[in-house]
């Protein structure tokens, strides 16, 4: 019977989920506010391959570049088709309802897959009686989570700082649940230590088709690992000098898809501006966006920050912590000094930061949750919980904005 329950309240927490996702991404594509109507009709394009070749199609259609990382435009085109079906397309208003459902329907499906992972992995790593029903919990936390709010440092909510939860992008929702399948596949790797070639093959496809929905990812992941690798062949003295040379060679594929990428990204750049490639310099892109970049990081990582210090000599031991801070640091140091020459305020280089995000408030709330089973640190735990809770408060706030105001970058009140 608890079972049966608690299938019942994962089923009506998704079901709830689902329809204030698909609400918000609705009302944002049906008024071309944020980036789901471009992809979605972009992702419509897709349709001339069939009777255009495909240098043509890359020369002469304006986001062509998305065949760089297509996944997301493949699954809206589908769901594109399958609504022409029995919606009239004919008019311009008629075309856009159908895109503007069909983006929003391919988000939804993203964000309740990430949501069931979320599920699936508090469910597993969550201790105590009513581990399921917390699970339930956190999952729907996460899905709102957003950073700490203070208008004297940034008058923003989410330029110059960032977030783990996204609402206005597609390919950041469908490349999220691969970053947490990842992630997990790859701690549990490291934690058992063993160098059995089936799971790194596993990893590295995995890892390759992540590419495939966005590179923001193992963009920022390849990095980490690298970091990750270095620290525990060092710890471990160089005993997992091995696990380390098989990680290198599984990520090869990823590698190899990055210069593919690379080169459709630059091209496609080219046809902006001739002075395209990657710049370097201090905050170019988070200090063009806050005033106070240091400070708005702060509040963005606010809890794994609380975390963190709660679990600071553990940290070279907890192989999970380790690599989610690894993460973080990648993520962190590339939005912070890496730019692009061409759309610079973009922001490219936060996706992978964002992702980093993710990972981190999940390892956290899965230590948060362990370190209350053992009724130690009350005091450090009730202020990393409080903290939490903002993080969910202000992100729910921002939810609203988006909903009610479409206010996706000014202040939250």
Known sequence: MRKTGERMLYIICGLAVAAASFALFYRTAITATGDLFFHARTANTLGLLRSIPLREYIETVEFS??????AWHFVCKVLIEILGLFLPGGTEEGLNRILALAGSAANTLFLIVTFSLYIVIFRHFF?????????????CAMVFA?????????????????????WHNPTYLAVEPLALICFFLYWKMAEEGKTEWKRFVLFGFLLLLSGLFKPSFYQMFLPALVIFCVADTLHSRFARLRFSLCTAASVIPAGLLALAQMSILSSADAQINE???????????????????????VLTLGFPLVMIILCRRELLKNKMLMLAVCAVLSGFLQYALLYKQVNTYAGDFGWGYSLSLVLIFTVGLILLNRLWQTRKKRLGLYIALGVFSLHVLFGLLYYKEILVNLNLYGPLW
């Not at 201790?127 to 917390?134: D, T, V």
């Not at 002075?275 to 990081?297: K, Q, W």
């Open 275 to 297: 002075a395209n490639g990657i710049g370097v310099r201090l905050f170019e892109v988070l200090g063009y966006y806050s005033p106070h970049p240091l400070l708005s990081t």
């Open 127 to 139: 201790q105590g009686k009513n581990r399921g029903w917390l699970a339930a919990a956190a999952a």
């Open 65 to 70: 570049h998305i065949l760089g990382y297509p």
């Open 146 to 166: 957003g950073p700490l709010y203070c208008r004297w440092i940034n008058p923003n909510y989410y330029w110059g700082q960032d977030s783990a939860a996204i």
